[in-house]
């Protein structure tokens, strides 16, 4: 599973942790490619239900990661792909 996380560009969590509470993380990284935090969103897991809406939640996560990983001084070929 981590092997599939890391070549999407994020981790998803349905309701591993609580029940009924679904996330979507997305690696920040620094200058030497190196995660420095992580970026997540989380809801209830009705609304992530529709494969559509979980695909948008999750380019707009990748996205968000890769401009803050940008700021952080990452390299353009380093950290989540926007999709």
Do not use: H, I
């Amino acid at each position: 599973m981590l092997a599939e996380d890391a070549v999407r560009g994020c981790a998803w969590s349905f309701s591993a942790y609580e029940p009924g509470v679904d996330s979507c993380a997305a690696p920040v990284l620094g200058q030497e490619g190196r995660p420095l935090a992580a970026l997540s969103l989380a809801g209830p897991a009705a609304q992530f239900g529709p494969a559509p809406f979980r695909a948008e939640v999750e380019r707009r996560v990748k996205g968000a990661a890769a401009e803050l990983s940008r700021l952080m001084g990452a390299r353009n070929d380093r950290g989540p792909k926007e999709a």
